[in-house]
């Protein structure tokens, strides 16, 4: 009856966290027209931003209401690899051939790689200068680490801006209201706020309920449910032929869920433990993700039906592992 009730509740949880995203979606993408923003800049900062907002209340409420850190943590990291290896091989599916373009692969590709980079950096400054006593690789996330990733961030959002100021805009011919948008938009964001609540609960009941860490289901439950935006944002893009907007989404969410959603969490707690023996492998996974679609998208700017499959194939074997880890056959991050 407990496991039925627990799944009762992340299916209803996701449903709602859907319909926040599709205001969110809506709203956003007018607001980005209204604003004359280029398209990169609305697919990697106003949309990602947007859609992200699940991952970011992840963080907040596992450690401000529920002090697991580790849990919104592992939902960012399960998000990400989500992200990176799902929506993509959907949207392609979807539009056939997903293309980009160079100033993507180049810019926003590569500054992506760097976040996942430095993000792994101040865990590793957390084990090696603040290291928690009886854990082997602990270490204490503190405000001051914390600030490293979201230095980053400001220079990522210095880019944007400087693209946004030598953008050419089209004249819009819809006739926006620029403050009802951002009444839906804030709906959006409070919808989605009560459905991550839910995810979130349901998650430390399924933990409890099999004997397995919360954060295993992080990686999997609620990383797949707050990733629908990102998904329904990308999807959308795609099924419009706008290949760029839809690649920009998803690289866009994943840097600001490692540079933002992560160090929010610390600032919150004022510092936290991380255990590296579980952040390493998963930040593994996803650095070895992230080096087989860039290597895809480099191929002629596109992917193809076959490399979709690929990236498909690839998730479902993280979500074998993850399933392997709750069944207490493999202890790589247990």
Known sequence: MQLFLFAALALGATAVTWKGSEWLESSSARLAAYYELPPIVQGAVIAAVGSSFPELSSVVLATLVHGEFDLGVSAIVGSAIFNILVIPAVSGFVGGRLASDRELVYKDAQFYITSVAVLLLAFSIAVIYKPVEG???????????????????????????????????????????????????????????????????????????????????????????????????????????????????????????????????????????????????????LTLATIILFAMMRTNLTLSRAECVVLLVLYGVFVAWMALETAGLTAVVT
């Open 135 to 285: 854990m082997e690789l602990g270490g204490t996330m503190t405000r001051w680490i914390a600030l490293l990733p979201l230095l980053l961030y400001g220079l990522y959002l210095f880019l944007q801006q400087q693209d946004t100021m030598e953008y050419v805009s089209e004249e819009v011919e819809e006739d926006i209201s620029a403050s009802r948008q951002w009444i839906v938009l804030l709906a959006g964001l409070a919808v989605i706020l009560v459905g991550v609540e839910g995810l979130v609960r349901a998650a430390i009941g399924l933990g409890d309920y099999f004997g397995t860490p919360s954060f295993l289901w992080g990686l999997t439950v609620i990383a797949a449910a707050t990733s629908l935006p990102d998904a329904f944002v990308s999807i959308k893009a795609a099924q419009r032929g706008e290949g760029t907007v839809s690649m920009a989404n998803v690289l866009g969410s994943n840097i600001f869920d490692l540079l933002v959603a992560v160090p929010v969490g610390v600032l919150i707690a004022g510092a936290t433990p991380v255990d590296y023996a579980v952040a390493a492998p998963m930040m593994g996974f």
